[in-house]
């Protein structure tokens, strides 16, 4: 009995194991759908405190976000990677995702209480995740900045501009 019940224990953790090595390899990413950013987001959040023990909070304004869902699943693509960033990287206990939307903009930050690394040096790394980062929001006309030193933790924050509703139509006349 207890031989059988540690190998279900065993092959259990090996699972777990699984799942996180393809969630911090980026594979099988299931895109979010359109006016889901926040629960996709909420999903992976309870992934990460469950599987990694990485406590994560996510603040939204208003709480039913309304986006594009070009730039929805942009927003949620750069997030997972600032996220997978933290798990490999940080040692973090602690992250905070805030994303604000107006008529006009959509303001995102992810922070983290990591050990931070000093962003110059990240410019000259051969990984893709900052420079996919920013590419995702600079082609939808956004900004992306990154601040950290070592032993402070990191702050990526973004900006994207949004057109107001009905402002196509009323140019268009």
């Given at each position: 009995?207890?031989?059988?019940?540690?190998?279900?224990?065993?092959?259990?953790?090996?699972?777990s194991?699984?799942?996180?090595?393809?969630?911090?390899?980026?594979?099988?990413?299931?895109?979010?759908?359109?006016?889901?950013?926040?629960?996709?987001?909420?999903?992976?959040?309870?992934?990460?405190?469950?599987?990694?023990?990485?406590?994560?909070?996510?603040?939204?304004?208003?709480?039913?976000?309304?986006?594009?869902?070009?730039?929805?699943?942009?927003?949620?693509?750069?997030?997972?990677?600032?996220?997978?960033?933290?798990?490999?990287?940080?040692?973090a206990?602690?992250?905070?995702?805030?994303?604000?939307?107006?008529?006009?903009?959509?303001?995102?930050?992810?922070?983290?209480?990591?050990v931070?690394?000093?962003?110059?040096?990240?410019?000259?790394?051969?990984?893709?995740?900052?420079?996919?980062?920013?590419g995702?929001?600079?082609?939808?006309?956004?900004?992306?900045?990154?601040?950290?030193?070592?032993?402070?933790?990191?702050?990526?924050?973004?900006?994207?501009?949004?057109?107001?509703?009905?402002?196509?139509?009323?140019?268009?006349?």
């Amino acid at each position: 009995e207890l031989d059988r019940e540690l190998r279900s224990i065993e092959d259990d953790t090996r699972n777990s194991m699984n799942v996180i090595r393809h969630f911090l390899a980026g594979k099988e990413i299931q895109y979010c759908l359109p006016g889901m950013l926040a629960e996709k987001l909420k999903d992976d959040l309870r992934f990460l405190r469950d599987g990694v023990e990485l406590q994560v909070t996510l603040e939204t304004a208003p709480d039913d976000l309304d986006l594009p869902k070009a730039v929805e699943q942009d927003i949620y693509l750069v997030l997972r990677e600032g996220l997978m960033n933290i798990v490999r990287h940080s040692h973090a206990s602690h992250a905070d995702i805030t994303l604000k939307q107006t008529r006009t903009e959509i303001r995102g930050t992810l922070t983290d209480d990591g050990v931070g690394f000093d962003p110059t040096d990240a410019k000259r790394d051969h990984g893709v995740g900052l420079s996919s980062m920013r590419g995702r929001i600079e082609k939808h006309g956004g900004e992306l900045q990154i601040q950290s030193s070592p032993g402070r933790g990191a702050k990526i924050s973004f900006t994207l501009p949004l057109e107001e509703k009905g402002a196509g139509a009323q140019n268009a006349a």
